[in-house]
């Protein structure tokens, strides 16, 4: 009794409401006009309905929209792995599609030769300070020895220096080591084409009389009986004459792009000299 006392403004209140919900729902399905009585009823308590309505209407748009929201970050998880593999198979795609292209234009400058090749893949690279060379996946169990030259559809790349029964060291034509008896392929003029431990190389011993401009190819001549005579070795791009030197200074930018060396012909060659140097 003492708490409806307490709150007994509150419990009129409520009682009130309920007074009034029950007279409105009386004069429903009677199809007559409200009594003054129920038009009072209607104007209390029809804002209350519209508020309880409104929220029951806004929770269930609330959960509603969860669900759907989790579906949609599910499915978009489910899209992205979908993306994630596809853009991965794309990969192994577009790799396989340039592999067979580079492996298409080693077959290509094979066939367009007498010379026996046997391809090898780069497996490993020695490329310190003084000393540029890379191992291939090939040795004396494929017929390699010391001294055969290795090549590629854009040119020249080195020579095999070092063999064991599976694998095979080749030096650069960019090592410091490196020698190759050249020809400037328009003119005919002889030269040493030498490396410079970078990306680059030195055509060396050029007399002052040839005839060479920046742009000529330099290929091999022939001599010293490890690489076949008209490889390409590279471009003239810079000619230095210097009137107290015998020779001219040529600089010479490699026709293979070492950076991008993953596939090698070696050529097997018949006229082999074992320990035969490549100026001979």
Known sequence: MTIFLEHRAKWISYLFILLSLILLSLSIGKGREWNPAEKLAIEITAPFQKFFIGTISTAKDIWKNYFFLVETRQENLRLNKKIDLLEIENSRYQELLLTNQRLQQLLKFQQNTE??????????????????????GRGENDGLKINMPVVNSKGVIGRTVSVSHNYTQVLLITDQNSA??????????????????????????????????????????????????????????????????????VMVAPAVDFSKLEEVLVILRSGFVPGASIDD
């Open 180 to 249: 190759v008896d050249g020809l400037v392929q328009r003119s005919r003029c002889r030269g040493m084409l030498k490396g410079r431990g970078l990306s680059e190389c030195s055509f060396d011993y050029v007399i002052k009389a040839c005839d060479i401009e920046t742009g000529d190819a330099i290929v091999t001549s022939g001599l010293g009986r490890t690489f076949p005579k008209g490889l390409y070795l590279g471009t003239v791009k810079k000619i230095k004459d210097s009137p107290d030197k015998l020779f001219k200074d």
């Open 115 to 136: 010379e026996t090749f046997l391809p090898a893949r780069v497996i490993g690279w020695d490329s310190s300070v003084l000393f540029k060379s890379i191992i291939i």
